[in-house]
T-cell receptor, first 115, second 115 residues
């Protein structure tokens, strides 16, 4: 499977600030996704990161709150804007690698705590 | 709409016991994929298996086995001779058989294997 890294691995932030999370893959991938996992909950898809165009957001998630970039086939960022304690979650990126069927592989996640 | 139900929120067993994690799904699609992922305390999501809807053959991989029954819309996961390292949250997931389709996750089952 592709090797996926995320930065930062964890952070503690103050409310009202923004944090940008990076996702880097060691090979070109066809698709990249961002998920949120709130404490004790399952994973929820935030958006699909599209290379060279605006991300596709799921219901309940908006670009102003979660701006996403994907400048190339190996890198994406997710920004959590104007944070509140409700944004405390694990944020995970996943990738769909060409030639490996329809299996999504996940990064190690970013643990975010908002005070 | 797609839905995945993992009715067992938490399971606790003693080492060397066998344990089965249940997964029931709902979909209107005739073709789809089913997945199991493992999330250890470190937080990363580890891919375990993908099953195509047209392939009902059961699969065994070491101590892990999967029982897919389309007639009952179930995709259960059995760990034989459990070990402490198996302690994790296990997620069952479903996706359509179209490229880049989103994953729909169940709520997860917390498995604790006690020595």
């Amino acid at each position: 499977s592709a090797v996926i890294s995320q930065k930062p691995s964890r952070d503690i932030c103050q409310r009202g600030t923004s944090l940008t999370i990076q996702c880097q893959v060691d090979s070109q991938v066809t698709m990249m996704f961002w998920y949120r996992q709130q404490p004790g909950q399952s994973l929820t898809l935030i958006a699909t990161a599209n290379q060279g165009s605006e991300a596709t957001y799921e219901s309940g998630f908006v670009i102003d709150k979660f701006p996403i970039s994907r400048p190339n086939l190996t890198f994406s960022t997710l920004t959590v804007s104007n944070m509140s304690p409700e944004d405390s979650s694990i944020y995970l990126c996943s990738v769909l690698a060409s030639g490996r069927g329809e299996t999504q592989y996940f990064g190690p996640g970013t643990r975010l705590l908002v005070l | 709409a797609q839905k995945v139900t993992q009715a067992q929120t938490e399971i606790s067993v003693v080492e060397k016991e066998d344990v089965t994690l249940d997964c029931v799904y709902e979909t209107r699609d005739t073709t789809y994929y089913l997945f199991w992922y493992k999330q250890p305390p470190s937080g990363e999501l580890v891919f375990l298996i993908r099953r195509n809807s047209f392939d009902e053959q059961n699969e065994i991989s070491g101590r892990y086995s999967w029982n897919f029954q389309k007639s009952t819309s179930s995709f259960n996961f059995t760990i034989t001779a459990s070990q402490v390292v198996d302690s994790a949250v296990y997620f069952c997931a479903l996706s359509r058989r179209t490229s880049g389709s989103r994953l729909t996750f169940g709520e997860g089952t917390q498995l604790t294997v006690n020595p």
